[in-house]
């Protein structure tokens, strides 16, 4: 119960009246008696069951947008109602603290809003709506919590969505060309056409040109309905900053770039994230579905602070990935990490599919072998040269066991994905 400045000032005056009438322990009990009546009739006809709140359980927003959520309020009861509401929202959703003021008339309905601006992705859980109802008199009131189920889901960025326009229209060229000296496994026959100066001689159909009056060479277009398997490793080498973002935070932009253009090209996509057990797994999404159930897959995942089971994650993707696929691996190419848990595990991949490694870079270990100025800098660029080195022996032994790699710095690693693929794409490789 909440005793109001109007509840004192009436005290006051009630007590001046009755200490001229009355005696003053007369007055005393006058005096409070009418005072319970009134807070007790106040108390009573705000009530706290009449009003009904709502709000839609599930918003989504991209890391760093803002998102509206609305509560909507219904006053079902025959009485105004005039109230205060906060709203209860975590202090990672950044949404602000304050007061909402109600007047709301008998059966009538508003609604008040909310603005959140999530940084990392996830979900962020409402808290409980807390509500403070005042009595027509102004007296006092009551004060109630109640809990509206909602959330808000922060998505992915996906800042490079701007240049996915860019390789759909190259992925729309390989497609609809009409000259593809492309011969390769699994390369899609197109059709005939004449010999032209220059074609490879391989590409001659004999049979078609025995039927026919000109020498006809095939034509081949890239591959389509393809099976893309993305594995995100979560354990805790995805941790690592490389400026402002984690490991694992690029390569779930470029997971994300990359499924958009396997979505258009008509491939199947499927994505397996693990650490020592699955954290996120899709299976057989294709078309439109694709970039949406990516992001909220992916929107929940954080690094967990253990050693990967590489073993274990080949062991669940294989057993899922019946027929030849494009294996897109996101990792890290540390030479310790390699040799220990990615070239035992390897083979069992590259025997039946195509595996891509994917690693993003440090461009500080780049921009660090470079500088030279004194005798730190020095110590630091042997150092950093030594680790470049190192990692130059590792992906030469990788493509020596067929392995693709894509390594790249967090800003330019998923435009250089879509161009791998791009590129497996126009050679007929997968």
């Known amino acids: 119960m909440i005793v109001t400045g109007r509840l004192a000032l009436c005290a006051a005056a009630a007590a001046l009246i009755v200490g001229i009438a009355v005696p003053s322990w007369v007055g005393v009990v006058i005096l409070t008696g009418i005072l319970i009546a009134l807070v007790a009739i106040d108390v009573i006809a705000c009530g706290s069951d009449d009003l009904e709140l709502s709000r839609v359980p599930l918003t989504t927003v991209r890391v760093g947008r803002t998102a509206t959520i609305e509560l909507a309020v219904l006053n079902r009861g025959t009485r105004a109602v005039r109230a205060l509401l906060w709203d209860d929202w975590p202090p990672s959703a950044h949404a602000p603290a304050r007061a909402h003021h109600l007047r709301l008339p008998a059966n009538t309905r508003t609604s008040v809003a909310t603005s959140v601006c999530p940084s990392r992705r996830g979900d962020r859980v409402a808290g409980p709506v807390t509500v403070r109802l005042f009595g027509p008199l102004g007296l006092a009131g009551r004060q109630f919590r109640r809990e509206v189920p909602a959330k808000v889901r922060a998505l992915p960025a996906f800042r490079t969505e701007r240049i996915l326009s860019s390789k759909v229209k190259r992925l729309q060229h390989l497609d609809g060309r009409s000259v593809a000296n492309i011969r390769g496994p699994g390369s899609e026959f197109d059709s005939f056409r004449e010999y032209v100066a220059g074609d490879d001689v391989r590409s001659i159909d004999w049979r078609a040109t025995a039927r026919a009056t000109d020498v006809l060479v095939r034509t081949w277009r890239p591959e389509r309905n393809r099976h893309v398997l993305m594995l995100m490793d979560t354990g805790r080498i995805s941790a690592a900053r490389l400026g402002e973002q984690t490991r694992l935070d690029t390569g779930i932009e470029a997971a994300l770039l990359l499924g958009g253009l396997a979505a258009a090209a ?165």
Do not use: C
């Not at 499927?270 to 299976?283: K, Q, S, T, W």
């Open 266 to 430: 008509g491939d199947t996509v499927d994505l397996l994230a693990f650490d020592r057990e699955a954290r996120a797994e899709l299976r057989g999404v294709r078309g439109k579905a694709v970039q949406p159930t990516l992001m909220h897959a992916l929107s929940g995942i954080v690094p967990a602070m253990l050693d990967t089971d590489t073993a274990a994650m080949v062991r669940t993707a294989v057993r899922h990935t019946r027929r030849r696929s494009l294996v897109v691996w996101f990792t890290s190419l540390d030479g310790a990490m390699v040799e220990e848990n990615l070239l035992p595990v390897l083979p069992v991949l590259s025997k039946r599919h195509r595996v891509l490694l994917v690693s993003v870079t440090d461009p500080e270990i780049a921009a660090a072998a470079q500088r030279r100025a004194d005798a730190t800098e020095v110590y630091a660029a042997a150092a950093a040269e030594h680790l470049l080195g190192e990692r130059a022996i590792v992906r030469e032994t990788l493509q020596r066991l067929g392995i693709d790699v894509v390594a790249a710095a967090p800003d330019r690693l998923p435009e250089a994905l879509a161009d791998e693929y791009l590129e497996l794409k126009r050679s007929g490789a997968l």
